[in-house]
């Protein structure tokens, strides 16, 4: 496994540092991608793994991006982790500018990425004899079901979830997987924080009661399971949520018990 290389973007934080650590646990070379270049430092010497900084909003910084990795070595699997959400205004109200940016960093970047990695996987295929190639993107249960206050975000999400679907079909007769794994409630210490501009109260009253929310190292279990598989097995669409959480807006509060 030392000789297979994976890229996961969104790496400098959360499920997508995260998921760095456990490739790397694993044996993995990985490429971590994000923006703020002191984090990524900080786990490049922790775990060994390369590290690239780079805006996925920005094409030029993709295009490096892309350069840097067929230079630098084969690619045999690419994590499309980064996103986020901001604010639970309803659609009528919101900022067109917060649904610009999650529309650019949800969708837009995963289809700037994907673009630019797809043919290096295709590479990899015809000379490394590799077997498989994946593509992995995190997107969300709120791409799947819709809820009041989620707007913007559930027509991002949405829209990436489109995105994986087309492309599974775009590749259909290639040896290369898409995969989406979509989450639930999953506590990190930095997407409630971005939802509510910072404000810490509010990011923590959305887990207040609720027992064991999912970890960033439970999506990261989740996605080096699926890449890890025997290569004629793809798990399609993963929905993953904690025992808590039925749905969106269904989450109990307290100590999960038995019923009389």
């Keep these: 496994m030392a000789n297979k290389r994976v890229v996961v973007t969104g790496a400098s934080s959360g499920i997508g540092a995260a998921t760095v650590r456990l490739f790397r646990a694993h044996g993995w070379d990985v490429v971590g991608v994000a923006r703020r270049a002191d984090r990524l430092a900080a786990l490049a010497a922790e775990t060994g793994a390369d590290v690239f900084t780079a805006d996925l909003t920005v094409q030029a910084d993709v295009d490096a991006l892309r350069d840097y990795l067929a230079v630098s070595g084969p690619v045999h699997a690419l994590v499309n982790n ?22 650019e960093i949800n969708v837009l970047a995963v289809k700037r990425v994907t673009s630019a ?37 559930n027509a991002a999400k949405f829209a990436a979830h489109a995105l994986v679907e087309v492309l599974r079909l775009e590749l259909n007769g290639e040896p290369i997987r898409v995969i989406e794994i979509a989450p639930g409630m999953v506590k990190t210490e930095e997407f409630g924080l971005v939802r509510f501009g910072g404000d810490t109260e509010k990011a923590a009253a959305a887990y207040a009661g609720v027992e064991n929310p999912l970890t960033a190292e439970d999506i ?28 969106p807006t269904r989450v109990a509060r307290g100590p999960l018990v038995p019923k009389d």
């Design 82 to 103: 980064a996103g986020g959400a901001r604010g639970l205004d309803s659609v009528e109200t919101a900022p067109v500018e917060d649904w610009a940016w999650m529309f």
């Design 117 to 153: 990695v797809l043919p290096l996987l295709r590479e990899t295929l015809r000379t490394d004899a590799a077997g498989s190639a994946d593509i992995v993107t995190v997107t969300s249960i709120a791409g799947h079901v819709a809820y009041l206050g989620g707007g913007g975000y």
């Design 220 to 247: 990261a279990e989740t996605i080096v399971l699926s890449v890890e598989l025997p290569a004629h097995v793809n798990l399609d669409l993963i929905t993953v949520k904690p025992v808590a959480q039925a749905a």
